[in-house]
């Protein structure tokens, strides 16, 4: 009896490091985003730019479910209304006021603002379906905000400073962060019942026919601009679509099915830390002491949030 008690925890503890793995992963991918915008950006308008990352997405999942023989599930008319509301918000609804967002404020303090993400995931978890948070995750959290804003901060001083008429921007990037939070917590039982990959490759293809519809009532499908992509620029929008959407995506959801809203979210102060490292790595930007004690921040939240597990596993042990 007590080898099986003392074996469940170090299952545990184990399938819980390769969550971790994943979720640093992810946020390595999700920091690689800005470099590859960065690429595209004046090559494509901001919405067609979103419509043919999300196509690309779409391509990407039906054609790996194609190969592995995983046939699409037949949702229930609620579980299709569900997977419909996750595809406005986490990617309609998000892509919109991310790219009419930037139209009135800087990436800076743009970044600043989606920092906020894990503390309303934690927030939105505890209230909505009580989810624990006890002082060592409020620490963690806020942990990782400081270090997100110190990280971006030094790279835009004046990212804390407000814009004329930038209120409006605000509030848009803010609306990226309600879209987020809904993308993330309301997939909880479609996560259970279809499964990770499934949930994604609905919701994105929902939201890349949403995209794509807006995209056309805006006159903004400009076929001929994607035409005259270069190779550089061709890369970066496939890394977007396949790597950034539907491989991040898959693998974040099913993080959030194995640990949770609140544990999964905090990984999301990562971003701006591996959007740095990789911009100094690949644009040659330029790296700070000031962006070193950032990362630590963040890694140091990131651990206190995810440690009461980890050590309750270590005390089953002992």
């Known amino acids: 009896m007590s080898e099986i008690h003392l074996r469940r925890p170090l299952a545990t503890h184990h399938s819980d490091l390769g969550v971790y793995c994943k979720l640093v992963t992810v946020s390595l991918i999700w920091g ?45 008319l609620r579980q299709f209304g569900q997977l419909a509301l996750l595809g406005f918000f986490g990617i309609f609804f998000y892509n919109l006021c991310f790219f009419l967002g930037l139209q009135q404020i800087n990436a800076s303090r743009a970044s600043l603002i989606v920092a906020l ?23 963690g959290i806020g942990l990782c905000l400081g270090g997100a804003a110190l990280v971006i901060c030094s790279r835009d001083p004046g990212a804390l400073l407000g814009q004329a008429g930038g209120w409006r921007g605000d509030l848009l990037i803010l609306g990226c962060v309600l879209g987020w ?29 949403m995209l794509c519809a ?41 993080s959030l099915r194995r640990i949770g809203a609140t544990r ?30 950032g990362g630590a ?14 050590g309750g596993a270590a005390k089953a042990i002992l």
Do not use: H
């Open 214 to 254: 807006a995209t056309l009532a805006r006159g903004e499908f400009d076929l001929s601009a994607l035409a005259r992509l270069g190779l550089a620029q061709g890369l970066s929008l496939l890394y977007l679509g396949v790597l950034g959407s539907a491989l991040a995506y898959i693998w974040y959801y099913d």
């Open 117 to 139: 993400n894990p503390a309303v995931i934690a927030l939105a978890s505890w209230a909505l379906f009580k989810e624990s948070l006890g002082r060592r995750k409020l620490l």
């Open 297 to 310: 921040l963040i890694l140091g939240g990131i651990y206190l949030c995810n440690k009461p597990l980890a």
């Open 32 to 76: 690689g985003t800005f470099v590859a915008g960065r690429y595209l950006a004046g090559s494509l308008s901001p919405l067609l730019a979103a419509s043919l990352r999300f196509l690309l997405a779409s391509l990407a999942l039906l054609g790996f479910m194609a190969v592995a023989r995983i046939p699409l599930a037949r949702p229930s």
């Open 181 to 209: 939070g809904v993308y993330s917590l309301f997939s909880r039982r479609l996560n259970q019942s279809l499964g990770p990959l499934q949930t994604v490759t609905y919701s994105i293809l929902l939201g890349t026919l």
């Open 264 to 293: 999964s979210g905090v990984f999301i102060a990562l971003n701006p830390l591996t959007a740095v490292i990789l911009g100094a790595l690949l644009l040659g930007e330029q790296l700070s002491l000031v962006m070193g004690l």
